[in-house]
């Protein structure tokens, strides 16, 4: 799928190298050029779809769902055995679900030779419970939060959050979906796990001949602006995976579970399709496209027409990155990716019309007047010039308010922004991934976009939640910080130094 805009890029960077050193461009540009893997992967295995894990109840009523995080290997290319990291297996983790109203109650068992963490991503949830680098689980050890579902249907993930050690824990395989129900949601759209609704989670790596991983670039530094950037893309841990369609229309659950790869998904046909939910759920109505970014942390759920007897390509192009021409190579935004092919069968069940309405959460209200705008300034790895400390709040808001968050990329190189156990709306929202309420947003070089954002239902004046870069080489370099939620007017009496500065479990 070579474009002018392609060829422009090029263009550019070949007139570049007139006036930039050799060593600094052909040294490096040049040698990480096409990590694409069009022409070179063959779709021949089934794609492998995740268990649903069979949670029990306690003697609390609780739902628990058992956990044990462990290495292994996994043969990711044929004939390769590769070293991996997964929860109940060798690599990724089952999908979790859970029932709005339920009180699940995850019983997480570390089986890994370093301590690590489990975060949930995008639940509203006590502090507690967040998983974030407060709460590490040490080799040999066992966490087990609580807490009650209480959000609208959506497709939310979990995975390690360890300070400093983020980026190697995910990509080693350490991350699943969480599908959250709702009876407001049911029988709407497709909904038969892994027959017509189907979890899709996407992460890049290189696997060298030997069956290792090559990490290059994982530690952000240099020209590698934005940390790894891996060679193939593995769909659910699959090299070339085929689905077999048997319904007229498929409902794909998307997860960027990549440390740093920007995805732009469509159709290698050009149709178009229908965007049916994002990060915190479904969108008021089906939206029409021909293709949506996904960053890193982000999910979308799209509803895909298909006929009877084709092969259809779900494809990445690539992404617009809003970086200049060599920035932009850098960050993958050259970088084409063949991802999954669709095979529909030559008689297809009929599937129900697609909604024209869809049971959403309402935007994010606008704060009440007078309440002032946080600023958040996203530097190389900083924000508002400040990198991560564990014994620091940086600020805390009231309990059941919103506020209006203004976050402004003053760098050259693309990042995003994940706010824990809050929703909320982008401000003016044109573009299919900035749609719906939302926990993670692309920010591109130099752009500004405004956050309308709520904070959940928990109030902890000593347990902090995490806002960060989820380009997870920069939040490991420090690109991260912490608030806490606390009872109305009691803001001012936030101790500014963490009580808890260490991690423990």
């Given at each position: 799928?070579?474009?002018?805009?392609?060829?422009?890029?090029?263009?550019?960077?070949?007139?570049?190298?007139?006036?930039?050193?050799?060593?600094?461009?052909?040294?490096?540009?040049?040698?990480?050029?096409?990590?694409?893997?069009?022409?070179?992967?063959?779709?021949?295995?089934?794609?492998?779809?995740?268990?649903?894990?069979?949670?029990?109840?306690?003697?609390?009523?609780?739902?628990?769902?058992?956990?044990?995080?462990?290495a292994g290997t996994t043969e990711l290319l044929p004939g390769r055995s590769t070293p991996t990291w997964g929860a109940n297996g060798s690599y990724l983790g089952p999908t979790l679900r859970m029932r709005r109203g339920d009180v699940v109650?995850?019983?997480?068992?570390?089986?890994?030779?370093?301590?690590?963490?489990?975060?949930?991503?995008?639940?509203?949830?006590?502090?507690?419970?967040?998983?974030?680098?407060?709460?590490?689980?040490?080799?040999?050890?066992?966490?087990?939060?609580?807490?009650?579902?209480?959000?609208?249907?959506?497709?939310?993930?979990?995975?390690?959050?360890?300070?400093?050690?983020?980026?190697?824990?995910?990509?080693?395989?350490?991350?699943?979906?969480?599908?959250?129900?709702?009876?407001?949601?049911?029988?709407?759209?497709?909904?038969?796990?892994?027959?017509?609704?189907?979890?899709?989670?996407?992460?890049?790596?290189?696997?060298?001949?030997?069956?290792?991983?090559?990490?290059?670039?994982?530690?952000?530094?240099?020209?590698?602006?934005?940390?790894?950037?891996?060679?193939?893309?593995?769909?659910?841990?699959?090299?070339?995976?085929?689905?077999?369609?048997?319904?007229?229309?498929?409902?794909?659950?998307?997860?960027?579970?990549?440390?740093?790869?920007?995805?732009?998904?469509?159709?290698?046909?050009?149709?178009?399709?229908?965007?049916?939910?994002?990060?915190?759920?479904?969108?008021?109505?089906?939206?029409?496209?021909?293709?949506?970014?996904?960053?890193?942390?982000?999910?979308?759920?799209?509803?895909?027409?298909?006929?009877?007897?084709?092969?259809?390509?779900?494809?990445?192009?690539?992404?617009?990155?809003?970086?200049?021409?060599?920035?932009?190579?850098?960050?993958?935004?050259?970088?084409?990716?063949?991802?999954?092919?669709?095979?529909?069968?030559?008689?297809?069940?009929?599937?129900?019309?697609?909604?024209?309405?869809?049971?959403?959460?309402?935007?994010?209200?606008?704060?009440?007047?007078?309440?002032?705008?946080?600023?958040?300034?996203?530097?190389?790895?900083?924000?508002?010039?400040?990198?991560?400390?564990?014994?620091?709040?940086?600020?805390?808001?009231?309990?059941?308010?919103?506020?209006?968050?203004?976050?402004?990329?003053?760098?050259?190189?693309?990042?995003?922004?994940?706010?824990?156990?809050?929703?909320?709306?982008?401000?003016?929202?044109?573009?299919?991934?900035?749609?719906?309420?939302?926990?993670?947003?692309?920010?591109?070089?130099?752009?500004?976009?405004?956050?309308?954002?709520?904070?959940?239902?928990?109030?902890?004046?000593?347990?902090?939640?995490?806002?960060?870069?989820?380009?997870?080489?920069?939040?490991?370099?420090?690109?991260?910080?912490?608030?806490?939620?606390?009872?109305?007017?009691?803001?001012?009496?936030?101790?500014?130094?963490?009580?808890?500065?260490?991690?423990?479990?």
């Amino acid at each position: 799928m070579t474009s002018r805009r392609r060829f422009l890029r090029l263009a550019g960077l070949a007139g570049l190298a007139t006036v930039v050193p050799a060593g600094a461009l052909a040294g490096h540009v040049w040698v990480t050029a096409g990590r694409g893997n069009v022409g070179r992967v063959r779709f021949e295995r089934p794609l492998a779809v995740p268990p649903v894990a069979t949670p029990r109840r306690d003697a609390a009523g609780r739902t628990v769902h058992e956990l044990a995080l462990r290495a292994g290997t996994t043969e990711l290319l044929p004939g390769r055995s590769t070293p991996t990291w997964g929860a109940n297996g060798s690599y990724l983790g089952p999908t979790l679900r859970m029932r709005r109203g339920d009180v699940v109650a995850p019983r997480v068992r570390n089986d890994l030779p370093e301590a690590t963490t489990l975060h949930w991503h995008g639940m509203e949830l006590p502090a507690v419970a967040d998983g974030g680098p407060h709460q590490l689980v040490p080799p040999g050890g066992t966490w087990q939060p609580s807490w009650r579902i209480d959000q609208p249907a959506a497709t939310l993930w979990y995975h390690p959050h360890p300070h400093g050690s983020t980026r190697h824990h995910v990509h080693r395989g350490l991350a699943g979906m969480i599908l959250v129900d709702d009876d407001r949601a049911t029988g709407l759209l497709p909904e038969r796990y892994g027959v017509d609704d189907i979890p899709l989670v996407l992460q890049d790596r290189t696997v060298t001949d030997d069956g290792g991983t090559d990490t290059d670039g994982i530690d952000f530094g240099g020209t590698d602006i934005v940390g790894l950037l891996g060679r193939d893309v593995f769909v659910n841990g699959t090299w070339g995976p085929v689905l077999r369609v048997t319904t007229q229309r498929i409902r794909l659950r998307v997860l960027n579970a990549s440390n740093a790869r920007v995805y732009d998904l469509a159709l290698a046909d050009g149709r178009p399709f229908h965007l049916v939910g994002s990060d915190q759920g479904l969108l008021p109505a089906p939206v029409e496209t021909d293709h949506v970014r996904v960053s890193p942390g982000e999910r979308v759920e799209l509803v895909v027409a298909v006929r009877p007897g084709e092969r259809l390509l779900l494809v990445s192009r690539p992404p617009e990155l809003g970086a200049n021409v060599l920035y932009d190579r850098l960050a993958g935004g050259d970088d084409e990716f063949h991802l999954l092919l669709l095979a529909a069968d030559g008689q297809l069940a009929p599937s129900a019309p697609l909604p024209t309405r869809l049971p959403a959460a309402a935007p994010v209200a606008p704060p009440p007047p007078g309440r002032p705008d946080r600023r958040f300034d996203l530097g190389d790895f900083t924000i508002n010039g400040r990198t991560m400390d564990l014994g620091r709040i940086d600020f805390a808001v009231p309990l059941g308010t919103t506020e209006r968050w203004r976050i402004r990329n003053r760098q050259g190189v693309p990042h995003n922004f994940h706010v824990h156990n809050a929703a909320f709306t982008v401000s003016g929202a044109t573009a299919p991934d900035m749609r719906g309420r939302k926990d993670t947003v692309f920010v591109a070089p130099g752009a500004e976009v405004t956050l309308l954002v709520s904070f959940g239902q928990h109030a902890d004046p000593t347990r902090p939640y995490m806002f960060h870069c989820h380009l997870l080489a920069h939040e490991d370099a420090g690109m991260m910080g912490q608030y806490v939620v606390v009872a109305p007017g009691t803001e001012d009496q936030v101790n500014p130094t963490n009580p808890i500065p260490h991690p423990h479990p």
